[in-house]
């Protein structure tokens, strides 16, 4: 398990700053975002999580909870308009006396487009960065954006939020998932997953709350410092972790994982990109066992909402082994540890099922 550091040296400095200042409520969208908040808040408070571990992001009906934080925040950190578009609402009427940090826009960060292709296709995994977003290490201050996005992102698969409506306010959509699986335009918001807009991430938080919170600016700083640091080791960790299996095939059910893919270079042959609310049809799974074969898949990926009947129903007759791949830690506990956690999990999966 790995756990963001704190140098010792700065406890004194919190316990001072926080002393003489009131730390400011603040929210954030998603258990990964959520953690990287955490960790620049470290010892100072809390932050509150929006979208609660196990929920789809891309459609979420708030609880009255989570409504009442967006209203208290004094800062909202969410991914972007790319993969919520439920939150532009709340954010415009809940959240009107809060800073809205969309990090999909702040500079530094690595942008990939969707991918497009028919199943199992190979993928073009020499991106580069996307729109001027080249600067891994460069901080930024992250202003405000009011971009309009064009089409969201859709067509993940996840099982519905069974959390309480919010009260007067109706934000859930009905998305038809399978209509759009092959359909994406615009940019891929899995952007978490690609570590080094983690690290920059820590940097655009610790400034946007030293500008709203200025007595305890020297924590935030140091803080991010600390967790940039934590999360370069741990790419250096991963990538000596994955030669191991590098050049073994392997595919996805649903294509979330490009800016980990790209980050490590070590790419999926391809995505299946099977509902998980009917099973496939007989000759839906003829095709998939035959591309399996042919391309000498070692092992499928699912995610954690996915019937493990529909796995054994698919690959009972083909010689390649199932694993679980989650992009969003819905099993491990909020907060400062679960990013690194997250990263871990998934190169553990990736090496456990392909060695």
């Not at 998932?177 to 918001?189: N, S, T, V």
């Not at 092992?299 to 019937?307: G, K, R, T, V, Y």
Request: aromatic share 6%; charged share 25%.
């Amino acid at each position: 398990m790995n756990k963001i550091a704190i140098p010792a040296a700065m406890t004194a400095v919190t316990l001072a700053s926080a002393a003489g200042a009131e730390v400011p409520s603040v929210a954030a969208d998603i258990p990964p975002v959520h953690s990287l908040v955490a960790i620049v808040m470290e010892g100072l408070g809390t932050p509150d999580l929006i979208v609660q571990p196990g929920a789809s992001p891309h459609g979420y009906s708030l609880r009255p909870s989570e409504a009442e934080s967006l209203q208290e925040a004094g800062a909202v950190f969410w991914v972007g308009e790319e993969l919520e578009p439920w939150l532009v609402d709340p954010l415009s009427t809940l959240a009107t006396g809060a800073k809205s940090v969309e990090l999909l826009e702040t500079e530094g960060t690595t942008e990939l487009e969707f991918r497009e292709g028919a199943t199992f296709e190979a993928h073009d995994h020499d991106h580069g960065d996307h729109d001027g977003h080249n600067g891994h290490d460069e901080e930024s201050e992250g202003d405000d954006h009011d971009h309009d996005h064009g089409e969201a992102a859709e067509g993940e698969d996840h099982d519905e939020h069974d959390g309480e409506e919010h009260e007067g306010e109706e934000h859930a959509e009905d998305h038809d998932h399978d209509e759009h699986e092959h359909h994406h335009h615009g940019h891929d918001p899995h952007a978490w997953l690609d570590p080094e807009n983690a690290r920059v991430w820590l940097s655009v938080i610790a400034e946007e709350l030293s500008t709203l919170d200025p007595e305890n600016a020297e924590t935030y700083r140091a803080n991010a410092e600390a967790g940039r640091a934590e999360i370069s080791e741990l790419i250096e960790e991963i990538g000596a972790d994955l030669e191991a299996v590098r050049g073994a095939n392997f595919v996805v059910f649903h294509d979330a994982y490009q800016y980990f893919e790209n980050r490590f270079d070590f790419p999926a042959a391809g995505a299946i990109s099977l509902g998980d609310a009917s099973d496939p049809s007989p000759a839906r799974i003829e095709e998939i066992q035959h591309k399996v074969d042919e391309l000498q898949i070692s092992c499928a990926f699912a995610e954690p909402q996915f019937n493990p009947g529909l796995l054994k129903t698919v690959f009972q007759d083909v010689d390649a082994k199932t694993g679980i791949l989650d992009p969003l830690g819905a099993d491990l506990t909020p907060g400062p540890d679960l990013y690194p956690q997250l990263l871990d999990q998934l190169a553990d999966s990736l090496t456990d099922c392909l060695s």
